[in-house]
Each structure stands twice: as C-alpha cells, then as structure tokens.
C-alpha cells in the first residue's frame, strides 16, 4: 500500500530535550517536506527537499533541522525543542514537486512542556 | 508574495444541502490550484486541482473552476453528506517556483443529518 508513515503519532516532552520525528514513503518520490499546522494559520512549510542529499529551508525553518541521506526517509529534528514548537506535524511527498499530488502521512502532534 | 485566502468556518450545513467554500488567491503568472480535504485524525489528501485558467477539476460530487479573471477557485458540491464533514484546505503552486505548496487557512465543514 502507497503511504506516508510518521513516528510516533503523538508525544509530550521537555524544553532542550532532543528528539527526531521520522519519516517514511514507499512510492520512490523525489519530493519531500515538512509541514506544521496551528489552528488560524493552516499549513506552513518548515523544510523541503528535491532529491536526496538536496534540502532546503521554507517558511519557518527556525529551531529545526533536516536530512536526506536515502530517498524514501526525512526526518524532522528539533535539537533544542521550545513551548513554541508545540504544534501538528505533518510530512508529505510528491512524485516531482508540488504540482504533483502530495501524499501526508498522519501527523505526529508535539506538546512542548 | 503569493497567499491564498479561505472563507472562515466552520460552514454548517443539514445534509442535501449546496455547499461552497470560497477559495480567492495572489499569485504571478498562471499557478496550479489544489483543494485538499483532512478527515478527522488523517492527514490531508488531495480532493481536486486544476492547472490552467477555466479548468475545472472534479472528484466524489466535488468541483472547483479556475477562474484566472477573479483569482478564485471556489468548491462546490451540490449535495453533501454527514461523511463529508472535514477540513477542507485551498493551495496554490506557483509556476515559476515549483518549490512549494502554498495553504489557506483551512475551512472546517459540519454536516448534520
């Protein structure tokens, strides 16, 4: 079955401590990207990517990180997470880019303490 | 810089009802339109989209012309159902930045039997 998978869905942590939201697609998609949502502000888009070892920054890049080493994984990584980044995620992948229909995993929603 | 904007929810609606959710946009040149849906707990999922001015994309009693003249892409559907209920989002992607999907806000829809 074509899918998106984040892990984990849901999780409750403390200000400064690191943590790694993965990730998946099984559709051999070139295009990936990070996106949170905030009730009033719909989607925003944090980091993309165009293609492995390709990554690049969108709306609110601040206080994340990416990487692309293999096609099918981007993980979203908050080095030092803050109250702020409280928040609904949601990853997604396209065949090419945008234009093509964009596939979401579930979301994984983050409450910072 | 380009932005969608979305009427604001949530649309309540009795079952048989007509629907529509304004959808207007600011965009340069001649940019794909995209409506996607987010069901309660899923990610979003591409409903509709259309690439070029008076196309109309259409899916599961849904449909949305692109109307180059006003800027919009309004979604209608002449008759919805209690399953229809959700968060309905406008997108755009610009064609001379093929990097991102840009969001409204989102429109929650409630149908009530």
């Known amino acids: 079955e074509a899918q998106v998978t984040q892990n984990p869905r849901y999780l409750i942590t403390v200000t400064g401590k690191k943590l790694t939201v993965t990730c998946s697609q099984n559709m051999n998609h070139e295009y990936m990207s990070w996106y949170r949502q905030d009730p009033g502000l719909g989607l925003r888009q944090i980091y993309y990517?165009?293609?492995?070892?390709?990554?690049d920054k969108g709306d609110v890049p601040e206080g994340y990180k990416v990487s692309r080493k293999e096609k099918r994984n981007f993980p979203l990584i908050l080095e030092s997470p803050s109250p702020n980044q409280t928040s609904l995620y949601f990853c997604a992948s396209s065949l090419q880019g945008p234009n093509t229909e964009a596939f979401f995993g579930q979301g994984t929603r983050l409450t910072v303490v | 810089g380009d932005s969608v904007t979305q009427m604001e929810g949530p649309v309540t609606l009795s079952e048989e009802a007509f629907l529509t959710i304004n959808c207007t946009y600011t965009a340069t040149g001649y940019p794909s339109l995209f409506w996607y849906v987010q069901y309660p707990g899923e990610g979003l999922q591409l409903l509709l989209k259309a690439t070029k001015a008076d196309d109309k994309g259409s899916n599961k009693g849904f449909e949305a012309t692109y109307r180059k003249e006003t800027t919009s892409f309004h979604l209608e559907k002449g008759s919805v159902q209690v399953s229809d209920s959700a968060v309905y989002f406008c997108a755009l992607s610009a064609d001379y930045n093929t990097d991102k999907l840009i969001f409204g806000t989102g429109t929650r829809l409630q149908v009530f039997p």
């Open positions: 990517s165009m293609n492995v070892e390709v990554t």
